[in-house]
Every structure is written in structure tokens, then in C-alpha cells.
């Protein structure tokens, strides 16, 4: 089944603008607050088949746990297919895509089937950084990299950016701490032809309860997870509970790791947190030395949200790189390709430039 | 017997000359002329000799031959001035009777050395000539004489000569009334150690200027162990090795590349203080008690006196003295 997102007035293609924070249509101009959106009527929506049963190996061919195995991948690498009910044409996804546009009308879609039941994200911070606004931060990031080559961030390529949802699963958690350790304090000082060297130890026990809100942890099985923590952190103050017409005109993914899976990462977060917590709490010693240390992290529940990136691929020398922007403050993450000729050129001019001067001052000078 | 009394007597004397070498300069011995140290020396194996043969020199008496250097110096310093036109006064702080440096630079310097007697709240005077190294204190004092006697200088003054004669290029510096105690022999010292290099390498200007800066510095100065430290840009170039000149450009471009390079990729800027939920979380338990004290000691001893930065070995010069106008004076000099 197909979410389209038709303008009421002129039945053209609306999507999300992040500047007034509400769908609207290029071709009429007609604006509609995303509280207010009329819900998606099933009936007129076009509900395929996720995949050709025909594909699918027939189970009794196979023994019982092979076909259950085939069948799972099949569920999570085929590619699928739904049609566009601006057009009718097909579209074939990634089997991790929730949201997209037709690639022959160009109108914004999203699959329900992908954004419901188990996939049905309970929070979205919408763009809030628009496509422009996300050029205009590249380009001048970009014009920084003067050690970059010379096609990196030009116009064509900024033109392919593209706005993302990436799902995440934030957790609330709560973290029982303790540590219990050895400090010391230590002073010197001098009596005669003595120097005197005076350490005072402590017994230091410090207990906490730590609550963690909505902490992050990337669900999407494309993106660089590092990258993800990097563009950290996000406003939570406008996060909005989920709807679909967020997603026009963006792309979006649904989680590829459910919660499970990913706590242990956000638990070993936490107790990071926690660990620097305590540390951070005993003050005024010159040495600690952990007797014990223990943090007990509970989790208390999490959240299934879709979170904005801006993305921009870009492949040098064969190797493909991806740079990300916060699609809600902005913050790029992403190393720029580093130019061999432009590097030899760069460090020509700084020693020529620095010797000249030296010598400039030198004979000057002295 | 003969030959060996003569060969004991040659082994005795070479002896002799290589301790001379090593008495310290400034001390009484250091002052003894050439005539009188072979007049002791011979004295004490109870033979004769002719100064004369020895060193080409007649021997005169202490005090004739003190007048004669006298007017030696006296008569150095008139030729100079009626040679160059010019005459002691109180409007001028260098006097270049040989020659040395353009009217431009005369002026700069003048300006500049007047500049640091108001910081010193001294007279600073700076000669340039050409005349034997032995006249050089003299010619100082007697310098100092006339200007003081006439009123051209205050009785704090710090002098130098910088003489350039072929053969015995070197600077000679003095210091009289409180000069006497704050540039006093070895803050002399300290000077000359960095005005000679400037000298070495033929930049008399800085070299002059430099002299009034430390001879300011150290007339105000009260903490005897305080060293003036050239801080200018000129100053810190010219210590610079040029092995560091080569490599410091090199640092430079690897530093910047660095830095271009770096600028890029993006931290982590989240951390647990923006996921905390302040209200609800806090320490529940905090003690901190105290368990023990240990105490080490290790023999240091405290050092006496004030200790010096610089190395290098003695005097180059004889220090202090007296003019022939009864001023007592610090003093030094050295080659360059």
C-alpha cells in the first residue's frame, strides 16, 4: 500500500516544507498543517503484493528450517515492488526504504506497510534545515577544504543531495552507580636542608542514580554508525509524535536492527555516562585508584524515531565517500578528500611564504 | 753541570710563564707590567738581567710612566677633537671620531640613548676611535673627567669606547658615581657578553644601542641576580641557529597542512550531561574519609648566594680603577 500525499485543491504533489513546517504544493501553492492532514484512505490506495510469490521457493522442496531461512532473507535483501498512484508506474525499492519518490512522476510516496504494525515510528523530528539552506552549508564547508580537489562540492553534485530519515531507537534508561576508591592528596614542602614529601590517603565512595532520556542509537543498517553518533545531538524540544506527511518529498528507511538488538549499545552508553559521572564528582585528589566499579543500567523504555540527515555521496579514487548534515542544526560530519597535488602545492607556498619572511625579517633585522 | 743547571732553569721558567697564564685577570698580578714580572722572577733566583733585552722596553718608573699614559690619553682625545671639529658638550651622546657611522645614524642613536637615560636616570656617553688597547681605559677616564669637571655629564655615568682600530678592536666600558655599583664590574660583564657578538658581526648601531639599553636596565635594577634578557624580534633571530631557520619554515607548512587537513570530519559533540535528566539524578551516597599519611623526605641542600646564568670563563678585563680626577669607576673590556 502506497501513502501518497495529493494536494486537496489541485491534485498535484505536496511535500513537507521545513521553513513554515507544512506540506505544500509547488504547483498551487495551496499549504496544509500536517495536524490537519485528512487520513490516507485505504480504499483508494493501490495494495500490492510485497514480493512475487512465484520467487519464493517452494517450501516443500526444501527441508523445513532451509525454507524458513530462505524465506527470511528474502524478506530483508529482496528489492519490492509498489506502484505509484500518482502514475500507476512501479516502484522498486530497497527492502529497508519507507519513504521515496516516483522515479518516473517524481511524486512523494511512502509505503505504509513498511511505516505500520511493528515498523510504525512513535516520534519524527521533521527537516528543519531545508534542501537550500543544506547547499548553501556544504558549499561553504566545502569552500574551507582548499586542500579538497577541484570538482569536490561543485554545483551538480550539491544538486544530488538528499534528505533522509534514518530510524533510531532512543532509550530511556536508568543507571544505578557506585565506585569506591583510593585518593590521594599530595603536598611538598621544605624544612632546612629536608624536602618533605606528604601524601594523605582517602577513602572515597560515591553512590548515583542516574536518568538517561532518549538516548540515540542509529537503527539503520546503511548508515556509518560513528557517523550517526557524530551528528549528535539532536533537539528533542521539537520532536512531534509520527505522521507520514513528514516524510513527503524525503527519503526514509525503517529500522534494520530492532530494539533488542541495539540496547547493548546504548547500554554500554549509559554506563559511559555514568562512569564519567562519578568520576567527575570526585574532586580536589591527586591520584584515584578504582577499587570498585559498578554500574547497573536498566532500561525503562524506547522510542522508534526517524530522525532528519542531509547526505551527499561523493567517489574519489574509487573509494565512495558519504557526508552527512544534521537535517535539524546543521552539523556536517564527513572527512573531505585530501588532493596529493593540492597538499604538495599547499605545504610550497607555506614553507616558501615562511622561509621568504624569516629571511625577509632576517635581513632586515639584523 | 752547567748544561743541566740551565736545562732545570728553562723547565723552572716555562713553569713559571704557564702559571702566570692562569692567574686570575683582575688581581694584583694580572696588574703587573711585563717588566715587573721578570724583575720578581729573576729577583727571587738572585740574578741579574736587562729589561731591555728581554722585552725592547726601558724601564721607567710607576708614577712617570702613569703621567706619561695620562697625557697620552689627553693628548688622544684633543687631536681627535680638533681633528673632527667637534667638542665636548652636554648635547651630545656619541662621538664618532672615527668615522663610523652616517649623520642619520648619529642622530638615531643620540635619540635613542637619550631615550634610556631618563629610564636609567643616568648619562650614558659612547665614544668611537681608533688608539692602542692599553690607552682604552685611560682615554675612558679621562673622557669622564672632562665631561663631569664641565658639567657635560652627570657624575652616574655609564661610558663605553668602541675602538676601532685595526689591530685592536674591542670595547671598553665604564661606570662611575651609582653607575659604579649597578653596572659594576660584573653586570659589565653581562653586557659585554651581548653587546661583542653584535659587534663581531659588524652591526655597530645595534651593538651602541644596546650598550645604553643594559647600562638603563641594570642602573635601575636592585636584584644583582637579575639578567636583562634582549627580548626584540632583531635580538631572537640573530640567537637563531640556521639549522632552525631551514627547519622552522618546514614546521610551519607541516603545522598548516595539518591544520587544513584536521579542520574537516566533525567530533562528537553529545555527551551524557545532554541525555541526563536533571532533577531525578544526583549522587545518592558520597563519603570521602580520611585513611592515612605517609611522609618521605630527601636531603636537598639549600643553595647560598646568588647564582648566575651565564658561563664562560673570567674576566676578559681588568674591571675598575680611578681617574686621574679621583673617580672611582667599575669597568671592563673586550676584543672583538
Request: net charge negative.
Amino acid at each position: 500500500m502506497v501513502i501518497d500525499f495529493m494536494c486537496p485543491q489541485c491534485g498535484a504533489g505536496m511535500e513537507y516544507d521545513s521553513e513554515q513546517g507544512k506540506l505544500t504544493c509547488e504547483s498551487c501553492g495551496h499549504t496544509q498543517d500536517i495536524e490537519d492532514a485528512p487520513e490516507i484512505d485505504q480504499e483508494e490506495t493501490i495494495e500490492v503484493e510485497p514480493f512475487d510469490g512465484s520467487q519464493i521457493p517452494d517450501e516443500t522442496e526444501l527441508p523445513k528450517e532451509e525454507a524458513f531461512e530462505e524465506k527470511e532473507q528474502n524478506v530483508y535483501t529482496e528489492e519490492q515492488e509498489f506502484f505509484c498512484n500518482s502514475c500507476g508506474a512501479a516502484i522498486v525499492t530497497e527492502p529497508e526504504v519507507s519513504a521515496t519518490h516516483c522515479p518516473y512522476c517524481g511524486s512523494a510516496v511512502a509505503f505504509r506497510a513498511r511505516l505500520s504494525g511493528e515498523y510504525a515510528p512513535d516520534k519524527v523530528i521533521p527537516f528543519t534545515v531545508s534542501k537550500k539552506e543544506a547547499q548553501d552549508l556544504f558549499r561553504k564547508w566545502a569552500k574551507n577544504g582548499i586542500l579538497s580537489p577541484k570538482d569536490f562540492m561543485t554545483e551538480k553534485r550539491l544538486g544530488e543531495i538528499t534528505g533522509v530519515y534514518v530510524p533510531f531507537w532512543l532509550y530511556d534508561m536508568n543507571v544505578d552507580a557506585e565506585a569506591d576508591c583510593l585518593c590521594s592528596k599530595k603536598r611538598s614542602y621544605r624544612r632546612g636542608d629536608y624536602v618533605y614529601h606528604e601524601t594523605k590517603y582517602y577513602h572515597v565512595y560515591r553512590r548515583a542514580n542516574l536518568t538517561y532520556h532518549k538516548v540515540p542509537a542509529d537503527a539503520s543498517v546503511k548508515m556509518d554508525d560513528e557517523t550517526m553518533d557524530c551528528l549528535e545531538p539532536y533537539n528533542y524540544g521539537e520532536m512531534k509524535n509520527f505522521s507520514p506527511e513528514y516524510l513527503a518529498g524525503f527519503q526514509a528507511e525503517k529500522y534494520g536492527i530492532d530494539a533488542e538488538g541495539l540496547q547493548s549499545r546504548a547500554k554500554g552508553r549509559a554506563q559511559q555516562y555514568a562512569e564519567k559521572y562519578l568520576a567527575d564528582s570526585i574532586k580536589g585528589y591527586a591520584t584515584t585508584t578504582y577499587q570498585k566499579k559498578e554500574c547497573l543500567v536498566k532500561r525503562a523504555r524506547e522510542y522508534y524515531a526517524l530522525l532528519p540527515v542531509w547526505t551527499l555521496c561523493y567517489e574519489y579514487k574509487g573509494e565512495k565517500k558519504i557526508y552527512t548534515m544534521n537535517g535539524q542544526t546543521g552539523k556536517i560530519i564527513g572527512k573531505a578528500p585530501v588532493s596529493g597535488s593540492r597538499v604538495a602545492k599547499w605545504a610550497g607556498i607555506l614553507y616558501g611564504g615562511s622561509f621568504a619572511l624569516l629571511a625577509l625579517l632576517t635581513f632586515l633585522l639584523v | 753541570m752547567k748544561k743541566i743547571l740551565h736545562k732545570l732553569f728553562g723547565i723552572v721558567f716555562v713553569l713559571a710563564m704557564v702559571a702566570g697564564c692562569f692567574v686570575p685577570a683582575g688581581t694584583a698580578a694580572a696588574e703587573l707590567t711585563d717588566g715587573d714580572y721578570y724583575a720578581d722572577f729573576f729577583d727571587e733566583f738572585g740574578l741579574e738581567f736587562d729589561l731591555e733585552d728581554l722585552t725592547g722596553e726601558t724601564e721607567a718608573e710607576p708614577e712617570e710612566r702613569y703621567v706619561s699614559d695620562r697625557e697620552k690619553v689627553k693628548e688622544i682625545l684633543r687631536s681627535n677633537l680638533r681633528r673632527t671639529g667637534m667638542s665636548l658638550n652636554e648635547d651630545q651622546r656619541i662621538y664618532d671620531f672615527f668615522g663610523k657611522f652616517s649623520r642619520t645614524e648619529l642622530d638615531e642613536i643620540d635619540s635613542w640613548i637619550e631615550e634610556k637615560e631618563d629610564e636609567g636616570d643616568i648619562s650614558i656617553r659612547v665614544f668611537v676611535a681608533e688608539m692602542d688597547m692599553d690607552d682604552e681605559k685611560y682615554f675612558l677616564e679621562e673622557c669622564a673627567d672632562a665631561l663631569c669637571d664641565n658639567g657635560y655629564a652627570e657624575e652616574d655615568l655609564a661610558i663605553m669606547l668602541l675602538n676601532l682600530d685595526y689591530n685592536n678592536r674591542g670595547v671598553c666600558i665604564q661606570g662611575y658615581g651609582t653607575c659604579e655599583e649597578q653596572v659594576n664590574d660584573d653586570r659589565i660583564e653581562y653586557i659585554l657578553d651581548d653587546i661583542i657578538e653584535w659587534f663581531s658581526g659588524d652591526d655597530y648601531e645595534y651593538g651602541v644601542k644596546l650598550f645604553a639599553t643594559e647600562a638603563a636596565y641594570y642602573a635601575q635594577s636592585s636584584d644583582f641576580g637579575k639578567y636583562f634578557k634582549d627580548n626584540s624580534l632583531k635580538a631572537k633571530l640573530h640567537r637563531m641557529p640556521w639549522p632552525v631557520i631551514i627547519l622552522l619554515p618546514a614546521a610551519v607548512a607541516f603545522i598548516g597542512i595539518l591544520l587544513m587537513k584536521g579542520s574537516k570530519g566533525g567530533k562528537m559533540t553529545a555527551n551524557g550531561l545532554t541525555y541526563i535528566q536533571d532533577g531525578i539524578s544526583g549522587l545518592t551516597a558520597n563519603k570521602d574519609d580520611y585513611v592515612r599519611t605517609s611522609v618521605s623526605k630527601t636531603y636537598s641542600p639549600q643553595s647560598s648566594g646568588s647564582s648566575g646564568g651565564r658561563s664562560g670563563g673570567g674576566r676578559s678585563s681588568g674591571g675598575g680603577g680611578r681617574s686621574g680626577g679621583g673617580r672611582s669607576h667599575s669597568g671592563g673590556s673586550r676584543r672583538f
